[in-house]
Nanobody, 122 residues
Framework: QVQLVSSGGDLVQPGGSLRLSCAASGSVFSIAAMGWYRQAPVKQRESVASITPSGITNYADFVKGRFTISRDNAKNTVDLQMNNLKSEDTAVYYC????????????????WGQGTQVTVSS
């Protein structure tokens, strides 16, 4: 019932920046927390960042200080600003959403976007 469409992935040099965007549609009333996951070849899918409607954020240790997640509740969108990108950030990035979250803002995704490729290479 919920559709998540992500965009913004691209090829960028190490140290560069990208901004990923995700727009939710359909049964958006079901959406609480939103966030981003990523999966690199031969690696497990991992959480990158998340944000609640009230603005509680969580970040993976490997992106703290480099990535910033934000959302617009009225527009049902979530963005991920990625700065100082490293080759290790190369992955398919998936927008995700959950129907509930914990008191500290963590959540388990139940809706997924189609993914957008981020490649960091010189």
């Amino acid at each position: 019932q919920v559709q998540l469409v992500s965009s913004g992935g691209d090829l960028v040099q190490p140290g560069g920046s990208l901004r990923l965007s995700c727009a939710a549609s359909g049964s958006v009333f079901s959406i609480a927390a939103m966030g981003w996951y990523r999966q690199a070849p031969v690696k497990q899918r991992e959480s990158v960042a998340s944000i609640t409607p009230s603005g509680i954020t969580n970040y993976a240790d490997f992106v703290k200080g480099r990535f910033t997640i934000s959302r617009d509740n009225a527009k049902n969108t979530v963005d991920l600003q990625m700065n100082n990108l490293k080759s290790e950030d190369t992955a398919v990035y998936y927008c995700a959403a959950g129907e509930r979250y914990t008191s500290i803002g963590t959540y388990h995704p139940t809706f997924w976007g189609q993914g957008t490729q981020v490649t960091v290479s010189s």
